[in-house]
């Protein structure tokens, strides 16, 4: 039995833990980075400990540092979130070893299942259906090109660690192959600490369907439903929903049962997650993630059992207290992450300062955040701001209630993902549940191109000098904006809506640069691929830009010869800095 528990992430999921264990009785313990000295979650914990620097290899996929916080907290319980070490074996053996409880499943259980290869080879035991793909990880491009002979393109390398969209390259042609491999090597090191690959046939439709399991250490295991998470960018979820539009009672339990069966197989206990992809009527075993789940909070609302607590509960030993007959659905649930990403521009991450925040409240509607107004978002971790969840007594409740939430919510410093909720959800394919992990590209590319960005302009970097009143005229409020004549304009909010009063004051402002080529983001540089003399045209890629865990590439805006190449591999970038110059006749 333990009374202090660890908390070994960051962010919203930090925070979201902490409360569970407080409800329990149990102290928490936060660990922060040098980046996360005045983060919420490090505020809110009973005790907070320094990690290391800001970059995760240093602080928080640094295991030892995490252990002994643990023990200087007199922590008798780890418990890792999701991300970061949340599914990496030998931390959790490492906390055993250490006489900690990992709130997570046992070592052994995550070794099967936690690494893709090994769950794929389990799921083949087991007999449920599988994507084709490989059995072991791959080396080499070379053996990427031999898989995809046998599979068919298009084929998806990934990470064996990996989880999130992230370490993951869709491959369609031969000469594809060597820069997807490298990439996504490059990004399953730097998010999960594992440079394992694995190959798997790239299925063009199909919808991306997850099954919830909750097990305890005496050999009981349930399901709590699935989540239909097919609106994704970059193979990364924006929108989450529980229960699918599609699945009947049958196939629901059809699932279910199967994924049970697995968790079952390998002795798995905790609350863990098994993925699907189903197209045509048929479902395909994706992979588990052994870890409480970014969008855990819509079985929650829908099954009325709070999972993080769950977790706790199962590792203090108890035996489950439901059996499958006792879990029910009711109502339908949505989540919208809300991320600092820019919509209007390929969802490229959005750093800044949050000038504005204010949450929305009223029946039905969930926040899980982790910032607070005045916080600035780190380069060094994910985009994540906050989870909005609405539920309603069934879908098309769930969506209005999701609808004005979302109008509710008000952001600004930066650009965010609320403009592509209200674009998603207003769209009549929504609305008819006619969603697939290709709904963005096939319906709203072309909106969310024409979205007004909320991205502060260089422009708007400077200290804004604009105040705003309430005014009442006749009996009626107004909110008049008043600027002194060039002073940089307040970034607009991030619902999509441009300030009102015409032009921008302080547009002048905007310094004039070379012709060259510019970042659009903040972050650190990965790999350049420019040389000075190389000719290059319109839309090359001549660098690669990682910024919260993402890579970004940042490509020739015309075609010309390179001048001067002005940065290196691992050099720091600010948004609008010049890459590189164009050569030009003198």
């Not at 750093?351 to 009223?362: N, V």
């Amino acid at each position: 039995m333990f009374d202090t528990v660890l908390i070994a992430n960051r962010g919203e999921i930090a925070l979201r833990v902490m409360r569970a264990c407080k409800e329990l009785g149990l102290r928490t313990a936060a660990v922060y980075s040098e980046a996360d000295r005045d983060a919420p979650h490090a505020r809110y914990a009973d005790a907070a400990f320094l990690i290391g620097p800001p970059p995760a290899p240093q602080s928080y996929l640094n295991g030892e540092a995490i252990i002994a916080a643990a023990r200087s907290a007199g922590a008798g319980a780890v418990h890792p979130g999701y991300g970061f070490l949340a599914e990496n074996a030998p931390f959790a053996q490492a906390c055993a070893d250490a006489g900690l409880v990992f709130v997570g499943p046992p070592p052994e259980a995550m070794e099967r299942m936690g690494g893709k290869v090994a769950a794929r080879r389990e799921a083949t035991t087991a007999g449920v259906p599988l994507v084709p793909g490989s059995l072991e990880p791959v080396e080499s491009p070379a053996q990427v090109a031999t898989l995809a002979a046998q599979f068919g393109y298009p084929v998806a390398i990934k990470a064996v660690g990996g989880g999130g969209g992230r370490g993951l390259r869709v491959v369609r042609a031969p000469d594809e192959i060597a820069a997807a491999f490298e990439s996504a090597r490059r990004e399953a090191v730097s998010a999960f600490k594992n440079p394992e690959l694995y190959v798997e046939k790239y299925l063009e439709n199909p919808r991306h369907i997850e099954i919830q399991v909750l097990a305890d250490a005496y050999g009981n295991v349930l399901h709590l439903g699935e989540r239909d998470c097919s609106v994704q960018r970059r193979h990364q979820k924006l929108i989450e929903e529980c229960p699918s539009s599609v699945l009947t009672p049958a196939l629901r339990a059809r699932m279910g049962e199967a994924a049970v069966a697995l968790a079952k197989s390998v002795g798995y206990v905790g609350a863990g997650t098994l993925e699907f992809l189903f197209q045509d009527g048929q479902f395909y075993f994706l992979e588990m993630n052994t870890r409480i789940q970014v969008e855990h909070t819509v079985t929650e609302m829908v099954t009325g059992i709070d999972l993080v607590q769950a977790q706790l509960r199962v590792a203090r030993g108890e035996r489950l207290w439901l059996t499958q007959e006792q879990v029910t659905l009711r109502g339908h649930a949505i989540e919208c992450r809300i991320n600092a990403e820019d919509p209007a521009h390929g969802f490229r991450p959005s750093l800044g300062t949050l000038t504005e925040y204010a949450e929305p409240t009223g029946y039905g509607v969930r926040i899980d955040s982790g910032v607070r107004p005045g916080y600035t978002i780190p380069q060094f971790y994910d985009s994540m701001i906050a989870k909005l969840v609405a539920w309603g007594a069934d879908r098309a409740e769930a969506i209005g209630r999701m609808r004005r939430a979302l109008a509710d919510y008000h952001i600004a410093g930066m650009a965010t993902t609320i403009p592509f909720h209200q674009v998603a959800l207003a769209h009549p394919a929504f609305a008819a549940g006619d969603v697939t992990v290709n709904f963005i590209p096939r319906y709203l590319n072309d909106q969310l191109a024409n979205l007004a960005s909320g991205a502060p302009t260089l422009a708007e970097t400077g200290e804004a000098a604009a105040r705003t009143f309430l005014v009442e005229v006749n009996g009626k409020r107004f909110d008049v904006r008043v600027a002194e004549t060039g002073a940089a304009a307040r970034p607009q909010a991030a619902n999509g809506k441009r300030p009102a009063g015409g032009a921008r004051a302080g547009a002048a402002l905007k310094p004039a640069v070379a012709d060259g080529v510019l970042s659009s983001i903040q972050g650190a540089v990965l790999a350049v691929k420019a040389t000075p003399g190389q000719a290059v045209e319109a839309g090359q890629v001549l660098f690669i830009i990682e910024a919260m865990k993402m890579e970004n590439e940042i490509t020739a805006p015309h075609a010309g010869a390179i001048g001067e190449v002005r940065v290196q591999v691992g050099q720091v970038v600010e948004a609008g800095a010049v890459l590189a110059t164009y050569a030009h006749a003198g």
